[in-house]
T-cell receptor, first 113, second 117 residues
Framework: AQSVTQLGSHVSVSEGALVLLRCNYS??????LFWYVQYPNQGLQLLLK??????LVKGINGFEAEFKKSETSFHLTKPSAHMSDAAEYFC???????????FGTGTQLKVEL | GAVVSQHPSRVICKSGTSVKIECRSL??????MFWYRQFPKQSLMLMAT?????????EQGVEKDKFLINHASLTLSTLTVTSAHPEDSSFYIC?????????????FGPGTRLLVL
């Protein structure tokens, strides 16, 4: 079975500050990992994904994430937060031959002036 | 990029009526489509997985006779909420994945807000 844990349901940063959203996964086989962003009343938009190629993955809007097998982590970072980054962020894992995604509980990012 | 649309974006209906939600992949062929339900301030709950031309696979606890899923073509899947009740009010989101190198990635629609009165 696979699972995802997102530490911190709410994260608040100042505009221009570093964004760090944490994601730890559990999987018995090499996983595929994803970060999605959801704006209010909208669907999910893919930010980036790890599919066993480079461990440092760059995504859209300046976000990146690093796959660390030893730590079973896939934390999302952005060097400088922008007001438009305020949204809900979901980490998800897909493992094995199946095509189901298992989502974390989400982290609400707030960006303050 | 891969685009998925949903229609309608918002629907209000009376208790006891049925509501159909459409999910379309606009620029790729969706081998598999997924239907999720999301309650306020919560994560997504997978309801069912559908492959084109075959019956949907429902998650445990999801009533297949209440939530009818049809995936008749590689670009269209529909979810019908039959005899809707207020507790069915929720945000329903579909996603689609293609074939080959893109089969591991799900692309999401914008969601449908259902309110049952």
């Amino acid at each position: 079975a696979q699972s995802v844990t997102q530490l911190g349901s709410h994260v608040s940063v100042s505009e221009g500050a570093l964004v760090l959203l944490r994601c730890n996964y559990s999987s018995s086989v090499p996983p595929y990992l994803f970060w999605y962003v959801q704006y209010p009343n909208q669907g999910l938009q893919l930010l980036l994904k790890y599919t066993s190629a480079a461990t440092l993955v760059k995504g859209i809007n300046g976000f990146e994430a690093e796959f660390k097998k030893s730590e079973t982590s896939f934390h999302l970072t952005k060097p400088s937060a922008h007001m438009s980054d305020a949204a809900e962020y979901f980490c998800a894992v897909k493992a094995g031959g199946g095509n189901k995604l298992t989502f974390g509980t989400g982290t609400q990012l707030k960006v303050e002036l | 990029g891969a685009v998925v649309s949903q229609h309608p974006s918002r629907v209000i209906c009376k208790s006891g009526t049925s509501v159909k939600i459409e999910c379309r992949s606009l620029d790729f062929q969706a081998t598999t489509m997924f239907w999720y339900r999301q309650f306020p301030k919560q994560s997504l709950m997978l309801m069912a997985t559908s492959n084109e031309g075959s019956k949907a696979t429902y998650e445990q606890g999801v009533e297949k006779d209440k939530f009818l899923i049809n995936h008749a073509s590689l670009t269209l899947s529909t979810l019908t909420v039959t005899s809707a009740h207020p507790e069915d009010s929720s945000f329903y989101i579909c996603s689609a994945s293609g074939s080959g190198g893109e089969q591991e990635t799900q692309y999401f629609g914008p969601g449908t807000r259902l309110l049952v009165l």
